[in-house]
């Protein structure tokens, strides 16, 4: 059974740093591909960042793009999500992601998206002014 555990939200303010943490579990983390989500309030869920297996192709949000960085680190099973500069609009639950089929070769943002199915419990980002 995959488990996603993320860490690191808090309360900011606008222009402050922080960096979210998943620890992934239950999977060959290695070569699973694996990416970064958010919901706001009364927002649907939307896709922010992800990273292949292979670690060679990342992918990021327009929305966030020059201010947030995604990387992984396979010895420690865990993927992160360096957010700098961060806005009021950023505000929103925070969900590590997981794409269960193995070694999965897709290309292009929209598709890439679509492929996650397994989801963590979220994190709570607040960017205050």
């Known amino acids: 059974q995959v488990q996603l555990v993320e860490s690191g939200g808090g309360l900011v303010q606008a222009g402050d740093s922080l960096r979210l943490s998943c620890a992934a579990s239950g999977l060959s983390f290695s070569s699973h591909n694996m990416g970064w989500f958010r919901q706001a309030p009364g927002k649907e869920r939307e896709f922010v960042a992800s990273?292949?297996?292979?670690?060679?192709?990342?992918y990021t949000a327009d929305s966030v793009k020059g201010r947030f960085t995604i990387s992984r680190d396979n010895a420690k099973n865990t993927v992160y999500l360096e957010m700098n500069s961060l806005k009021n609009e950023d505000t929103a639950v925070y969900y590590c992601?997981?794409?269960?089929?193995?070694?999965?070769?897709?290309?292009?943002?929209?598709?890439?998206?679509?492929?996650?199915?397994?989801w963590g419990q979220g994190t709570q980002v607040t960017v205050s002014s």
């Open positions: 992601a997981a794409d269960r089929v193995f070694q999965r070769r897709v290309w292009g943002i929209m598709n890439v998206a679509q492929q996650f199915d397994q």
């Open positions: 990273i292949s297996w292979s670690d060679t192709t990342t």
